[in-house]
């Protein structure tokens, strides 16, 4: 990474998540700073509900798919030719039934992360 980027509504997000292997770049962020009810599925197979905050929104505009289950903790960045800029880390992804893989994505915001935890984004 060479840095990172405040992400706002409209810029375009590439994501790179470890199961769907690829770097992908053709999500665009639609909400930033967000809160959000997601369901989660224990280890056990309980399921419930947990309120996450400081999330950013992005979305596949033609419906293919940016990411599938796995990818959680994978970067989303700005890409310029070959420099890659830091704007989150997969938290995420929004699977339609009888899919496997998602046109919408959630990230944390590498801005709220760097907030809330200290440290800064590693560059190469």
């Known amino acids: 990474m060479s840095g990172y980027t405040q992400p706002a509504a409209g810029m375009d997000v590439c994501l790179d998540g470890a199961v769907t292997g690829a770097e992908i770049c053709t999500a665009q962020i639609t909400r930033v700073n967000m809160c959000y009810n997601i369901m989660v599925q224990e280890l056990d197979g309980s399921i419930h509900t947990v309120r996450v905050c400081n999330l950013d929104d992005a979305f596949e ?40 893989f998602g046109s919408r994505v959630l990230f944390s915001d590498i801005v709220q992360v760097r907030s809330i935890m200290g440290g800064n984004v590693a560059v190469w």
């Open 61 to 100: 505009p033609g419906g293919h798919g940016i990411c599938r289950p796995g990818d959680s903790g994978g970067p989303a960045f700005e890409k310029f030719g070959d420099y890659r800029s830091a704007m989150g880390i997969i938290s995420a992804c929004f699977i339609p039934v009888g899919q496997n």
